[in-house]
């Protein structure tokens, strides 16, 4: 049997490709905002720069005159900005996503299980039901309203 030339100079190239890749390594975290399409990725993105303690893009997408109600009570943005800060977020998962469009605003709702601590506290990891406004602006999508209700007592 004989083996032609160009038989083993493919197969010396393809296994060559196993050893390394040709594309550099992914970083873990990316922030991906432009590309997000709907209000689910919104969310999503918005609790990735919580987990990763990034401020300074979630300000970014965080409206002036936002305004949120959680079970402390009202918060305005600096509020709540200062409030997401005592968070270690070690992870997070969504379920009942609904999102709802109209115009240039998405409303979002969903479940939401927290892992980490918040104040040095363990998070309960029950689902807490959330409620999004997002809208369109000239700088990008912004959270222009937000609600969080605690997990009913058992």
Same mark, same amino acid.
């Given at each position: 049997m004989r083996i032609r030339p160009a038989l083993v100079v493919l197969l010396g190239f393809s296994f060559s490709l196993t050893a390394c890749t040709l594309w550099p390594e992914q970083r873990a975290y990316t922030s991906n905002w432009e590309q997000s399409t709907g209000g689910?990725?919104?969310? @999503?993105?918005?609790w990735k720069e919580v987990k990763a303690k990034n401020w300074t893009e979630l300000e @970014?997408?965080?409206?002036?005159?936002? *305004?949120a109600i959680n079970p402390n009570g009202m918060n305005d943005r600096a509020g709540t900005l200062e409030r997401l800060k005592t968070f270690e977020v070690e992870d997070y998962s969504f379920g009942d996503v609904d999102t709802q469009m109209n115009g240039d605003t998405f409303v979002v709702t969903y479940t939401l299980v927290l892992r980490g601590t918040r104040g040095g506290e363990p998070l309960s990891?029950?689902? @807490? @039901?959330?409620m999004s406004v997002w809208q369109q602006q000239k700088t990008g999508w912004v959270i222009i309203a937000h *609600?969080?209700?605690d997990p009913p007592k058992k």
């Open positions: 689910e990725a919104l969310e @999503r993105n918005f @970014r997408h965080i409206a002036a005159n936002f *305004t990891g029950e689902p @807490r @039901r959330m *609600t969080s209700i």
